[in-house]
């Protein structure tokens, strides 16, 4: 027997004897106010668990009916009435009814309480009326009860009033209920969490912060009978951080739980993992969330005594689960199973997990929240929409369509009706104009629509009208139509931005195409006009690329957004505009940035500064441009007046610079990259000009144009240049590539065939820099290459003439782009000296390389693990160089690089992100090069140590040969301490090297491979 036919029972002997104080007991039983441990086990012949929804109406009714009651037990009659109303697409109008007899029915409880002076009666059904309005979404109905419920047992918890005990009297005195003072503050938790969830709902972030402090006070002496009342006033207090990109806050409050709530048994209490979701969804860390959902739906299973046989669980198991949660009504685990199986299905969408399949996790959220709760099960029935949307055509998309529509009606929180309908219109037929009047209809009428929100729907009905207008055969009157739909797409684009903050990036960037692809269609000759527009949308994308922490969410970005991309460089090009197309290059260099930064603040290696560093960044890019139309959760922007949105969004964008400016400081320069505003400093002209070089200088670009079609890959590129007169010229084209040119590992022997080499240096070298590069009696000319796509080419070995290759006509060095490129030049030197050098006396050659840095410089040596992570893995470095002279080991992804010691360890370029490492790093050893991961990342040891403090890095592409690569940078030692650059060093050592045998020539393999990254400031 379960324990809701037990409490059946229970009903139907009251009923029988006219018991009706068990009647009173039976309705308290229902209601959440009493913890859900309480019902763990039965108690004085009362079952466990709770009893279930129609089991508490059916004697609250009789409470009312019966002559027998008090007038205390017929307000507990009045607030059970109609307790528990659910929502759902099934529920229809009679949802609607059951609302609004709820709130009808505790609103008289209200009255009746107040006639009887009982603080408990009156806070309680104040409680329970505030709920019955916040399902009907009558925000200020549900202030007001929730308020005045509040102050009144605020006043009990007083001085003056003592407890009165009156729903212990009126349910017969059950021992299993609390005092009458922790009921009391419960009851006073509960109407100002109810109050924070309100104030979340509508954006009123000032009146949710004070909520949430009045809250944790209450709930601070309840840490002993209730501390779960304790954890929500932190959770709330997270959100607020989380909204506000204060990844410190967000920590603090994490390890606070902690501490409230230890492990057990060698287990984390499952509102410590309920947090840490809530922060790694923060962070962007989907795979930190499936491992943290998992651990959580284990964790109650095991603290519930019915571990699963397997780990993680497959979601049948759980249903299993779940199926006896609901027997013991054990409501408060079912909720908590709940959010985690709904976290996982919202996460393996995000992340493509090949181990997680949303719609069998959403089914288990479903069985978990069946008749509990208003707005989960309508999440959960969006959530299944979007995934049906995508495989679904003609009337059946239609029908999924509609469905969206009435979520869009039914849901509580304005965010989840709000994205019901922004998807409805993103993903019906063009034209169908349910969608399109549902956004109407919001913005004219739904309550809580603030700033945020409006500004999305009308997004949206501009993107509406355009796939409309698409779609739409052409008449006469057509280019009227596209001048609507332009002014509209781009109206709707600028009310998208308030002070600097984006509040959807991604819905902005397609409002900014539409408007471009419409004033296209008016057939006028305005490329400029439309090439502003697309400036427009391709920043607004590269504020959405930054806070993208997974492959699989570049993926769908740049499958999304690439096409605005290649319009835009391809408009520039034809435009010959340069600014423009240096602006759409660099910025589609932003992607990868999220991913790196992910990286830093998940590694357990990394040292808890940078991870700091690296998350304050991540926190401030999703709370500022963290909404996704096709995601489940929504951005965190505050949905409120005009005034306190736009100080809000000023004061989140004052953060995150400072986020970043910190990071650049903790991490190094490639964290240029993670500035969301691309600033007119990040041209090559305007790099050129603050370089101030004393001769010619010149910037080669590329940027990969569009994706690989029919074994051609086509990439822009952009040469950039300053004379010694200091005027600056450019010029740019689109080339072609066979795949075998650019596909290809320079570490393969027949890579270096001049025939190989030739066709790359006519497609990569430019005849204006052939013609500057063979200008007679000229120094060599200072090139920065920026290879975006092609860091693996040796471009040194490049040929010029039969007599001449790159490397003896310019001092090159590598960036992996033009914002790194201007951070190095405004850096200030190096203050340190001296170097850390590490070298294996096994290799043949390492003795003399070593004698010859000596002779040039202090060294301090580290020949084991421990003693460089001794002088690197602290503070601010005391050194000016690192050197590694070491042998290698390659990976298939670049973060397993590694590098053999000499006392039998290894250190991998992973391993680096623990360290703080000089401004110049020597790695005269194989496999240090920037290697490209399968999914596109950037990763390796240079990379690494540029994330670490780096500014300039010498590396090999491949496995470069020890004896070139030790006499090469022997003669480095002395050039270097002549001139303190890197780059002018090494071009000059390996001239001198290359002058010393004409015949080394030949062998492009033994010297092209050791190359400069950075080193711009020089």
């Given at each position: 027997?379960?324990?809701?036919?037990?409490?059946?029972?229970?009903?139907?002997?009251?009923?029988?004897?006219?018991?009706?104080?068990?009647?009173?007991?039976?309705?308290?039983?229902?209601?959440?106010?009493?913890?859900?441990?309480?019902?763990?086990?039965?108690?004085?012949?009362?079952?466990?668990?709770?009893?279930?929804?129609?089991?508490?109406?059916?004697?609250?009714?009789?409470?009312?009916?019966?002559?027998?009651?008090?007038?205390?037990?017929?307000?507990?009659?009045?607030?059970?009435?109609?307790?528990?109303?659910?929502?759902?697409?099934?529920a229809g109008a009679r949802l609607d009814l059951d609302l609004a007899a709820f709130r009808d029915s505790c609103e008289k409880a209200v009255v009746a309480a107040n006639a009887l002076g009982a603080p408990e009666l009156i806070g309680w059904a104040h409680f329970r009326a505030g709920k019955a309005a916040y399902g009907q979404m009558s925000w200020d109905d549900a202030i007001a009860h929730l308020e005045s419920g509040a102050a009144c047992l605020e006043h009990a918890l007083g001085p003056v009033s003592r407890p009165a005990g009156t729903i212990a009297a009126a349910a017969g005195g059950p021992s299993w209920l609390p005092p009458p003072e922790v009921l009391l503050r419960t009851l006073v938790c509960k109407c100002l969490h109810l109050l924070c969830?309100?104030?979340?709902?509508?954006?009123?972030?000032?009146?949710?912060?004070?909520?949430?402090?009045?809250?944790?006070?209450?709930?601070?002496?309840?840490?002993?009978?209730?501390?779960?009342?304790?954890?929500?006033?932190?959770?709330?207090?997270?959100?607020?951080?989380r909204a506000q990109g204060d990844r410190d806050a967000f920590r603090r409050l994490e390890a606070e739980l902690g501490r409230v709530f230890p492990d057990e048994g060698g287990l984390p209490h499952p509102e410590v993992i309920r947090m840490r979701m809530g922060n790694a969804e923060a962070l962007g860390d989907w795979d930190r969330v499936i491992e943290l959902a998992q651990d959580c739906i284990g964790t109650i299973a095991a603290r519930a005594g019915s571990p699963f046989g397997t780990t993680p669980p497959s979601p049948s198991e759980v249903l299993?689960?779940?199926?006896?949660?609901?027997?013991?009504?054990?409501?408060?685990?079912?909720?908590?199973?709940?959010?985690?199986?709904?976290?996982?299905?919202?996460?393996?969408?995000?992340?493509?997990?090949?181990?997680?399949?949303?719609?069998?996790?959403?089914?288990?959220?479903?069985?978990?929240?069946?008749?509990?709760?208003?707005?989960?099960?309508?999440?959960?029935?969006?959530?299944?929409?979007?995934?049906?949307?995508?495989?679904?055509?003609?009337?059946?998309?239609?029908?999924?369509?509609?469905?969206?529509?009435?979520?869009s009606r039914i849901g509580l929180r304005y965010a989840l009706r709000r994205n019901a309908a922004l998807d409805a219109a993103r993903l019906c037929r063009p034209g169908d104009p349910v969608p399109r009047d549902r956004l109407r209809e919001m913005l004219k009428a739904d309550p809580g629509a603030g700033i945020g929100h409006a500004?999305?729907?009308?997004?949206?009905?501009?993107?509406?009208?355009?796939?409309?207008?698409?779609?739409?055969?052409?008449?006469?009157?057509?280019?009227?139509?596209?001048?609507?739909?332009?002014?509209?797409?781009?109206?709707?684009?600028?009310?998208?931005?308030?002070?600097?903050?984006?509040?959807?990036?991604?819905?902005?960037?397609?409002?900014?195409?539409?408007?471009?692809?419409?004033?296209?269609?008016?057939?006028?000759?305005?490329?400029?006009?439309?090439?502003?527009?697309l400036i427009n949308a391709v920043n607004c994308v590269a504020q959405r690329l930054v806070s993208l922490s997974t492959q699989a969410e570049r993926g769908r970005a740049i499958e999304r957004y690439g096409p605005v991309f290649e319009e835009a460089a391809d408009l520039a090009l034809r435009r010959d505009h340069a600014a423009a197309l240096d602006f759409v290059l660099e910025a589609s260099r932003r992607d990868r940035v999220g991913v790196l930064l992910a990286n830093l603040s998940k590694e357990e290696f990394v040292s808890a500064t940078v991870r700091s560093a690296a998350e304050q960044v991540q926190a401030t890019s999703v709370a500022l441009h963290?909404?996704?139309?096709?995601?489940?959760?929504?951005?965190?922007?505050?949905?409120?007046?005009?005034?306190?949105?736009?100080?809000?969004?000023?004061?989140?964008?004052?953060?995150?610079?400072?986020?970043?400016?910190?990071?650049?400081?903790?991490?190094?320069?490639?964290?240029?990259?993670?500035?969301?505003?691309?600033?007119?400093?990040?041209?090559?002209?305007?790099?050129?000009?603050?370089?101030?070089?004393?001769?010619?200088?010149v910037i080669l670009q590329f940027a990969p144009a569009g994706l690989p079609a029919g074994g051609r890959l086509e990439f822009y590129r952009r040469l950039s240049w300053q004379t010694e007169a200091g005027t600056v010229g450019e010029e740019s084209v689109r080339i072609a590539m066979t795949a075998d040119l650019v596909n290809v590992d320079p570490s393969r022997p027949d890579y270096f065939a001049a025939r190989r080499l030739e066709a790359l240096g006519a497609l990569l070298l430019p005849p204006r820099l052939r013609a500057m590069l063979a200008k007679p009696g000229t120094d060599p000319v200072r090139l920065v290459v920026v290879p975006t796509g092609l860091f693996h080419v040796p471009f040194e070995a490049l040929p010029l003439d039969e007599d001449s290759c790159l490397v003896d006509r310019a001092v090159l060095s590598l960036h992996s782009s033009l914002s790194t490129a201007a951070s190095l030049v405004s850096a200030e030197p190096s203050a340190t000296v001296g170097a850390v050098a590490t070298y294996d006396p096994s290799l043949k050659f390492a003795a003399a390389e070593l004698a010859a840095l000596r002779k040039e410089m202090d060294v301090e040596e580290a020949d084991t693990r421990a003693a460089l992570e001794i002088a690197l893995g602290g503070g601010p470095t005391a050194y000016e160089m690192l050197v590694?002279?070491?042998?290698?080991?390659?990976?298939?992804?670049?973060?397993?690089?590694?590098?053999?010691?000499?006392?039998?360890?290894?250190?991998?370029?992973?391993?680096?992100?623990?360290?703080?490492?000089?401004?110049?790093?020597?790695?005269?050893?194989?496999?240090?090069?920037?290697?490209?991961?399968?999914?596109?990342?950037?990763?390796?040891?240079?990379?690494?140590?540029?994330?670490?403090?780096?500014?300039?890095?010498?590396?090999?592409?491949?496995?470069?040969?020890?004896?070139?690569?030790?006499?090469?940078?022997?003669?480095?030692?002395?050039?270097?301490?002549?001139?303190?650059?890197?780059?002018?060093?090494?071009?000059?050592?390996?001239?001198?090297?290359?002058?010393?045998?004409?015949?080394?020539?030949?062998?492009?393999?033994?010297?092209?491979?050791?190359?400069v990254y950075g080193g711009a400031q020089h």
């Open positions: 027997m379960t324990a809701r036919s037990e409490w059946s029972e229970v009903l139907a002997a009251a009923e029988r004897d006219g018991a009706s104080s068990t009647l009173a007991m039976l309705c308290v039983a229902g209601d959440d106010i009493v913890a859900d441990h309480v019902f763990s086990e039965s108690v004085e012949g009362r079952p466990g668990g709770r009893p279930a929804r129609w089991t508490v109406r059916r004697a609250a009714a009789m409470l009312l009916d019966s002559p027998e009651s008090t007038p205390h037990q017929k307000v507990i009659g009045l607030i059970a009435r109609y307790a528990s109303p659910s929502r759902g697409l099934t969830r309100v104030a979340e709902s509508t954006g009123r972030y000032d009146f949710w912060a004070a909520a949430c402090e009045r809250f944790r006070r209450h709930a601070e002496p309840l840490i002993g009978a209730r501390a779960s009342l304790y954890s929500e006033s932190l959770m709330h207090r997270a959100a607020i951080a299993t689960f779940v199926a006896g949660l609901h027997a013991a009504g054990a409501r408060h685990r079912l909720i908590a199973v709940g959010n985690a199986a709904y976290a996982l299905a919202n996460a393996g969408y995000r992340n493509c997990s090949a181990e997680v399949e949303p719609a069998a996790w959403l089914d288990v959220a479903e069985a978990c929240w069946h008749q509990i709760g208003i707005n989960a099960p309508c999440a959960v029935q969006l959530s299944r929409l979007r995934l049906l949307a995508r495989d679904s055509a003609g009337t059946e998309l239609d029908l999924v369509i509609a469905k969206m529509v009435a979520v500004a999305r729907l009308r997004g949206a009905l501009a993107l509406w009208q355009f796939r409309a207008a698409e779609a739409a055969v052409r008449t006469p009157k057509s280019v009227q139509r596209w001048k609507r739909v332009e002014k509209r797409a781009r109206q709707a684009a600028v009310e998208l931005e308030r002070q600097g903050a984006m509040i959807d990036p991604g819905l902005a960037a397609e409002c900014w195409s539409a408007a471009a692809s419409a004033a296209a269609r008016l057939g006028t000759a305005d490329d400029d006009h439309r090439l502003e527009l963290g909404s996704d139309a096709a995601g489940v959760f929504t951005a965190t922007l505050p949905v409120c007046s005009g005034d306190r949105f736009g100080r809000s969004a000023e004061a989140l964008a004052h953060r995150r610079q400072r986020a970043i400016a910190r990071a650049e400081q903790v991490i190094g320069p490639l964290v240029a990259q993670a500035d969301v505003k691309i600033s007119e400093s990040y041209t090559a002209a305007q790099v050129l000009r603050d370089a101030r070089p004393a001769g010619e200088f590694l002279g070491l042998h290698g080991d390659d990976d298939h992804d670049g973060w397993g690089q590694t590098k053999c010691l000499p006392d039998g360890t290894s250190i991998a370029a992973a391993d680096v992100l623990g360290w703080t490492v000089p401004p110049l790093c020597v790695l005269a050893s194989c496999h240090s090069s920037i290697k490209i991961r399968p999914g596109g990342e950037l990763a390796g040891f240079p990379l690494a140590l540029f994330l670490r403090g780096a500014k300039t890095v010498i590396g090999g592409l491949y496995a470069i040969e020890d004896e070139a690569t030790s006499q090469i940078l022997s003669l480095f030692w002395r050039c270097y301490a002549e001139t303190h650059n890197p780059v002018l060093a090494l071009h000059a050592a390996k001239a001198e090297w290359l002058a010393a045998d004409p015949d080394r020539r030949r062998y492009p393999r033994r010297w092209a491979g050791l190359i």
